[in-house]
């Protein structure tokens, strides 16, 4: 026979109970089996966060176009999961949901600017606790990198006016 035999609340706001039980006690997420005819428990009942989410998507691109992000996160005792995200620029913390526990949830996305951007995502149960942030870089280079590039090749050109004949050509083509 299952058994309570004492309650008490902490300053977390979490519950700890003791008692005795046979057999195995469900205190669901987690189970705990007995070890003879009857043993003692002491289980401390709280909220916990959600998993910190996994985050899936495009690593690079161009700004100004739009990407799609898909983040997954599972919560233990399956609350509902808010995702609040923060693209690495200035448009602060974009929250969405809730959303059932374990479900995976897409977000788009257009960076304004060209640059380096470290996107953060983090899952908050309807309780409020939260995970850690989840992080993914990504580079929104492409006009970026051609700049550079010829920026180079006229350098070269620079330091070397004749010695590439064919390279001097193709300087032409960008001119
Ligand atoms: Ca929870």
Redesign the pocket.
């Known amino acids: 026979m299952d058994v309570g035999r004492g309650i008490v609340t902490l300053s977390d706001d979490s519950t700890v109970v003791t008692g005795s039980f046979e057999g195995i006690a469900d205190f669901g997420p987690y189970n705990l089996t007995s070890q003879g005819d009857s043993d003692v428990f002491v289980a401390k009942l709280g909220?916990?966060?959600?998993s910190t989410p996994t985050i899936d998507g495009p690593t690079e691109g161009t700004a100004g176009e739009q990407y799609t992000y898909e983040v997954c996160s599972t919560?233990?005792?399956g609350?509902d999961i808010i995702y609040c995200f923060d693209f690495g620029d200035d448009s602060g913390e974009i929250c969405i949901g809730p959303f059932t526990s374990g479900t995976c949830q897409t977000i788009d996305y257009t960076w304004a600017e060209e640059g380096t951007y470290v996107v953060k995502v983090k899952a908050t149960?309807v309780?409020g606790?939260a995970s850690d942030w989840a992080t993914l870089e990504v580079v929104m280079p492409v006009t970026q990198q051609l700049d550079t590039h010829i920026t180079l090749l006229q350098r070269i050109f620079e330091l070397f006016p004749n010695a590439f004949p064919i390279l001097r050509q193709l300087r032409g083509l960008y001119h």
């Open positions: 909220n916990q966060p959600p919560d233990p005792e609350d149960d309780y606790d």
